[in-house]
């Protein structure tokens, strides 16, 4: 009996039951209180009875998360769910007597947040840093959880469908506020249309994926693709311009996507470019010269922001300046810049990164992307062999996603964008699943 209570699926009456205590207590203390802790009790139990419909729900708001900044814009109620799926996954993997999965690239992850609370604890300002650490702390729940919960065919693809869909979405809303002209660019429930656009460049060759495989619902993901694609360009982002371009040569060069595929694509994007300034003409125009008359601008100002993440690495070449702290060193670094910018971030993911941890956090990173590009190489070899083409072109789109990852954090202010881990999380899961897979298929009947 004792064995049944501390299993799987006793975890949720423990929970319950201690919730029931909590609630008991708050019900004599204050009325409000028993409500914000029945609330708790029930989110608990359901965290813990269902860890694959949570996930679900955190890749359906991950492209929304700029517009649930609640109860602060640091802790939301996306890495509340997320840390709450960290602990129940735990609890259950101690509770079944299983093995929790930590590939090579999650060590490097592990590794990367430990460098980085190194230079946290040698920063002359921690504070400064500590939303910092927090954030790449759930990144890294975030990756930990896609590996353990995504270890099977049906289950990814799922994850990849929710993931799409509210992804079109949030292009949809962006490209409403463009050309609506309340917003100069696409931003849609981001704020800032650099990393908009990035996180759109990113996942594009994921629909694509879709378009290819999903055959069921194939007209959901075609009507996608072009959504995501104009949100893309109403961004007017350099960076996600410059992944997608080495993204299609790369693609081109080793023959990962055929001719005809290229040229649907280019006709595909002059089409999509010519109904634009059909349609909504005027509003480009506007948009496109506003642009280019502070692109000159824009340029110095990176180089010379560039320039300073390298003198600052260069005087702390060990932990770097400390986490969350470029902004407040630029103005002993700065010069020359055109455009004067409060508290600045340097519009580049790994120099920053370098700059504020160190260049041990930033190698621990860099395997981190490393070894996740090498665990799809591999899928892609073990594909060819038993001549699983589902899994050979989702490993490609997986490989194309993390190739505009790489190239456009060149060019955004975010420094180790949520992107990367989606990405990176997604590899980790298609090589689990597919070991899963085969360990499934050879046990006997």
């Known amino acids: 009996?004792?064995?049944?209570?501390?299993?799987?699926?006793?975890?949720?009456?423990?929970?319950?039951?201690?919730?029931?205590?909590?609630?008991?207590?708050?019900?004599?203390?204050?009325?409000?209180?028993?409500?914000?802790?029945?609330?708790?009790?029930?989110?608990?139990?359901?965290?813990?009875?269902?860890?694959?419909?949570?996930?679900?729900?955190?890749?359906?708001?991950?492209?929304?998360?700029?517009?649930?900044?609640?109860?602060?814009?640091?802790?939301?109620?996306?890495?509340?769910?997320?840390?709450?799926?960290?602990?129940?996954?735990?609890?259950?993997?101690?509770?079944?007597?299983?093995?929790?999965?930590?590939?090579?690239?999650?060590?490097?992850?592990?590794?990367?947040?430990?460098?980085?609370?190194?230079?946290?604890?040698?920063?002359p300002d921690p504070s400064a840093g500590v939303a910092q650490i927090l954030r790449y702390t759930l990144f890294v729940a975030f990756f930990f959880i896609t590996i353990q919960l995504l270890d099977t065919p049906a289950r990814l693809h799922r994850a990849l469908r929710v993931l799409i869909l509210s992804l079109s979405l949030a292009a949809l809303w962006g490209l409403i506020g463009f050309v609506s002209g309340s917003q100069p660019r696409a931003g849609g429930p981001i704020s800032d249309p650099n990393e908009f656009g990035y996180m759109l460049a990113t996942l594009l060759p994921l629909c694509v994926y879709l378009i290819l495989e999903d055959t069921r619902i194939r007209w959901l993901w075609v009507a996608c693709f072009p959504v995501i694609l104009a949100g893309t360009l109403a961004t007017l982002s350099r960076g996600a311009f410059a992944g997608l371009v080495v993204m299609v040569i790369w693609a081109a060069l080793t023959r990962r996507i055929r001719l005809g595929g290229l040229l649907i694509s280019t006709v595909s994007l002059l089409a999509l470019v010519a109904v634009g300034f059909a349609l909504f003409g005027s509003v480009v125009n506007e948009r496109v010269q506003q642009k280019g008359r502070i692109a000159t601008k824009n340029s110095q100002s990176r180089e010379a922001l560039w320039a300073g993440a390298v003198e600052m690495s260069m005087d702390h070449p060990i932990t770097g300046i400390g986490p969350g702290r470029f902004g407040a060193e630029s103005v002993n670094y700065i010069r020359n810049d055109p455009i004067v910018l409060v508290d600045p971030q340097a519009h580049d993911a790994y120099l920053e990164l370098l700059a504020e941890s160190g260049p041990f956090a930033l190698a621990a990173f860099l395997t981190f992307l490393g070894i996740s590009w090498r665990t799809l190489v591999r899928v892609q070899g073990a594909t060819r062999v038993d001549g699983n083409r589902r899994d050979e072109r989702l490993a490609t789109a997986l490989q194309a996603s993390l190739l505009v990852a790489i190239v456009g954090a060149i060019f955004i202010s975010e420094h180790v964008a949520s992107p990367f881990w989606v990405i990176c999380g997604f590899a980790a899961a298609v090589s689990v699943a597919r070991r899963v897979g085969n360990v499934t298929a050879k046990k006997p009947a």
């Open 1 to 123: 009996m004792t064995a049944r209570v501390f299993d799987a699926r006793g975890l949720p009456l423990i929970a319950g039951a201690l919730g029931a205590t909590a609630v008991g207590f708050a019900s004599s203390r204050s009325p409000l209180l028993t409500i914000v802790a029945l609330a708790v009790v029930v989110l608990l139990v359901f965290v813990l009875t269902q860890p694959h419909t949570v996930l679900m729900i955190m890749l359906a708001v991950f492209p929304w998360e700029g517009m649930l900044d609640f109860p602060t814009p640091t802790v939301t109620v996306v890495k509340i769910l997320g840390f709450l799926l960290v602990v129940s996954v735990t609890l259950s993997a101690i509770a079944r007597g299983t093995r929790l999965r930590a590939p090579p690239a999650a060590i490097a992850a592990f590794a990367f947040v430990l460098f980085a609370l190194l230079s946290l604890i040698a920063s």
